[in-house]
């Protein structure tokens, strides 16, 4: 076989976008773009703001000696020290610049952060369903992935997380606004689930960490504020991207914050530093991380988001589905109308409707509508989605 026999079998359980992706562009090609109503990629189509583009400019029209030639790992000092006083007013701690590594966006800083905590065999607790590439990160760096059944609502559930606990555990991964249910973990789960870690981790003399991935955090609605585990975690660290804040994916631009409190710090930064060396990002996009420094209040129009959440969920009330309620991100997961989601994913393609089945999230029996599309694409799938309630 011309690959291993690990990406083989990968390939083909990463498969469900790809293959949406897939069967799009046959129904564009056979369609017309404008007759599709593509919601399988939670790719932003916002534009990034224009301070974005400013900055980017200022850059290029002012050049200075050396600011294309190495760096320290971490990043830039200034850069860290700019990250850190957001990260300070984001979380409610004191956050050193020290203790910030700018990273290849938050997926980079997650397999920085499993390359540097995780031996062979170690256990992540992941509440499901979760963001498809978790089990991939973690098994990178030879852990396994845990799944933990969360409420019906995909809230934490804390006592199924204490199930899971064992010698082997060495942290717990949360995903807040959530990927793909688009719930927001509440203080009180947040809380909860604090006070059961440090009471398990006295009873057994464990470290276990808590991690969070968040990229969605500043992408939420109605007043709702993502609480922070860096306030009430002491063995906690965040990593997130200015993908979905800034909508620019591509640029790859994220950062890893860790609390000022964790257990053995100079170790674990000392750790975090050379496996962004060694995973061969070696440092993140030295424009970028000037460029994001400079935006620590900016961000993409959320208002235009929440828009269009406002226009799904009603769409899909009216014509019969039910779905989590979602306070943050730009994904609906809707129940699907009956057990196998995979059939009625396919079902709803006769429609001209794509969205992902949540067999790949490991949540069956939903599916993920993306709505980071144009309102009017969401308004024209309204009659298609209610259609194929109708007729299957």
Not at 65 to 78: E, I, T
Not at 327 to 334: L, S
Not at 362 to 377: D, H, K, L, M, W
Request: neutral net charge.
């Amino acid at each position: 076989m011309a690959i291993s026999n690990y990406i083989n079998a990968s390939i083909e359980r990463s498969s469900w976008i790809r293959k949406m992706f897939e069967e799009g562009a046959l129904l564009k090609s056979k369609y017309g773009e404008e007759n599709v109503f593509d919601f399988s990629l939670g790719n932003p189509d916002l534009d990034p703001p224009s301070q974005f583009l400013d900055v980017l400019m200022e850059f290029i029209k002012s050049p200075v000696k050396g600011n294309h030639g190495y760096m320290p790992n971490a990043g830039y000092p200034d850069v860290c020290q700019a990250i850190a006083k957001k990260v300070s007013s984001d979380h409610d701690v004191t956050m050193p610049g020290g203790h910030i590594v700018m990273t290849c966006g938050a997926a980079g800083g997650l397999n920085v952060i499993f390359k540097t905590l995780l031996n062979p065999g170690d256990e992540v607790i992941v509440p499901k369903p979760y963001f498809v590439e978790y089990g991939f990160y973690i098994e990178n760096h030879q852990g396994k992935m845990i799944l933990a059944e969360t409420n019906e609502d995909f809230g934490l559930n804390i006592s199924r997380i204490e199930d899971c606990l064992t010698a082997k555990t060495k942290a717990i991964l949360l995903n807040s606004p959530h990927n793909p249910t688009g719930v927001v973990y509440t203080l009180e789960q947040i809380t909860s689930l604090a006070k059961a870690l440090e009471e398990y981790c006295r009873k057994t003399n464990q470290v276990i960490y808590l991690i969070s991935d968040e990229p969605y955090r500043d992408i939420v609605y109605d007043d709702i504020r993502v609480p922070s585990i860096l306030k009430y975690y002491k063995n906690s660290i965040v990593t997130t991207s200015y993908s979905k804040t800034l909508s620019i994916p591509g640029e790859r631009i994220g950062y890893i914050a860790v609390n000022p409190e964790i257990d053995a710090p100079e170790k674990i930064m000392a750790g975090l530093i050379l496996s962004n060396r060694i995973l061969g990002f070696v440092n993140a996009p030295g424009l970028m991380q000037r460029a994001v420094a400079r935006l620590n209040e900016i961000s993409v129009n959320v208002n235009a988001y929440k828009r269009r959440r406002d226009i799904l969920i009603e769409g899909l009330k009216f014509a019969g589905y039910s779905f989590a309620y979602p306070n943050g991100a730009f994904y609906v997961f809707c129940k699907s109308p009956i057990p196998d989601d995979v059939a009625y994913v396919k079902h709803l393609l006769k429609f001209n409707i794509l969205v992902v089945p949540g067999v790949g999230f490991g949540g069956p029996g939903y599916f993920r509508i993306a709505y980071c599309v144009p309102e009017s694409v969401i308004s024209r799938a309204i009659p298609k989605f209610k259609e194929a309630l109708e007729t299957h």
